[in-house]
Antibody, heavy 119, light 107 residues
Framework: QVQLQESGPGLVKPSETLSLTCSVSGGSVSSSSYYWSWIRQSPGKGLEWIGY???????GYNASLKSRVTISVDTSKNQFSLKLSSVTAADTAVYYC???????????WGRGTLVTVSS | DVQMTQSPSSVSGSVGDRVTITCRASQGIASRLAWFQQKPGKAPKLLIYAASSLQSGVPSRFSGSGSGTDFTLTISSLQPEDFATYYC?????????FGGGTKVEIK
């Protein structure tokens, strides 16, 4: 049974870079059948798709965050990662990693991790 | 961006009731719509994809319909475990976008 697990700091200072990793167990991030995404959820903005990475390393980002986001994949570690730079309080949210087959509905989610931006 | 508007924002019902939630897209998205259920403190769970296809393991009391801009999620007979928040998501156009959610509460 494939599982996703987010990890990373729960507190980030304003203007710094948020870094999270999603570890894939019971399956492979190298599968050509899936795209691997980051999604966040905050009370103010609901669910927001951040972007995706494919096993090949190709990526796609939400234009609203594109200038600050980098998503990458590490097939040797079976994980993918999110970096969001220059964070502000508006980036405080629960961050989820998720899997989508080629039709882009998210069929598998991690449990989510709360990231708070505060000094 | 494709805006997804759900209505109502909340609905109350009793066990056994039929409940319908609506999702409207700001532009046509064919049948490229998914529905999720989310309980407090948990990740969203996929219920329906491609507007009307039931995800494996999801009870048949859940059904979806619609195409173009107007979609519905129906719970034919509310069960205690169905009290949750439901979200739609369009899968047609980047950026992928979600509706604002509909909370199904106990009457």
């Amino acid at each position: 049974q494939v599982q996703l697990q987010e990890s990373g700091p729960g507190l980030v200072k304003p203007s710094e870079t948020l870094s999270l990793t999603c570890s894939v167990s019971g399956g492979s991030v190298s599968s050509s059948s899936y795209y691997w995404s980051w999604i966040r959820q905050s009370p103010g903005k609901g669910l927001e798709w951040i972007g995706y990475v494919y096993y090949s390393g190709s990526t796609g980002y939400n234009a609203s965050l594109k200038s600050r986001v980098t998503i990458s994949v590490d097939t040797s570690k079976n994980q993918f990662s999110l970096k969001l730079s220059s964070v502000t309080a508006a980036d405080t949210a629960v961050y989820y990693c998720a899997r989508a087959p080629k039709y882009w509905y998210f069929d598998l989610w991690g449990r989510g991790t709360l990231v708070t931006v505060s000094s | 961006d494709v805006q997804m508007t759900q209505s109502p924002s909340s609905v109350s019902g009793s066990v056994g009731d039929r409940v319908t939630i609506t999702c409207r897209a700001s532009q046509g998205i064919a049948s490229r719509l998914a529905w999720f259920q989310q309980k407090p403190g948990k990740a969203p769970k996929l219920l329906i994809y491609a507007a009307s296809s039931l995800q494996s393991g999801v009870p048949s009391r859940f059904s979806g319909s619609g195409s173009g801009t107007d979609f519905t999620l129906t719970i034919s007979s509310l069960q205690p475990e169905d009290f949750a928040t439901y979200y739609c998501q369009q899968t047609n156009t980047f950026p992928l976008t979600f509706g604002g959610g509909t909370k199904v509460e106990i009457k």
